[in-house]
């Protein structure tokens, strides 16, 4: 019923830690936060699902599914992003009904494709902040 010292403290800890992180990082790091926790979800749910656990794969698929809607797809620029904020709808749109069909149909198969299409695009992200960093300052503006 109660949880321990410990685990409350480093629960408080992980939030501190969480809402330091969001508050001081510019866009391209939140992004890149997103990508990390959806896949964190992802494998959290995909876990569950082989442990049997019906809840936690729950809350880990439900918690994918507002990464996605609210965070990735909620953050494309349809009107100025051209076909690439296009096709990264279209993208989101389909994860988010084959994690809706895992978790209807308890298939770690439909997790693990959602996987196998989003890492590659964080991956990319990931190397779009490092190719920036490696660049030499060019005096050209921002």
């Known amino acids: 019923m109660f949880t321990s010292v410990n685990s409350r403290a480093a629960s408080a800890y992980k939030r501190v830690s969480a809402d330091t992180g969001v508050s001081t990082a510019d866009p391209h790091q939140l992004v890149g936060m997103l990508f990390d926790g959806l896949l964190q979800?992802?494998?959290v749910a995909r876990g569950a699902m082989e442990r049997g656990e019906v809840e936690a794969k729950g809350q880990a698929i439900g918690k994918a599914v507002r990464i996605l809607e609210e965070?990735?797809?909620?953050g494309l620029n349809l009107a100025q992003g051209g076909d690439l904020a296009k096709n990264l709808n279209g993208l989101y749109g389909y994860a988010v009904q084959r994690l809706t069909l895992a978790n209807l149909r308890n298939d770690r198969?439909?997790?693990t494709e959602v996987i196998d299409l989003i890492e590659p695009l964080a991956d990319s992200w990931k190397q779009i902040r490092g190719a920036a960093a490696a660049q030499p300052a060019t005096g050209l503006g921002a």
């Open 71 to 74: 965070g990735l797809r909620g």
């Open 41 to 43: 979800s992802l494998n």
């Open 109 to 111: 198969m439909l997790v």
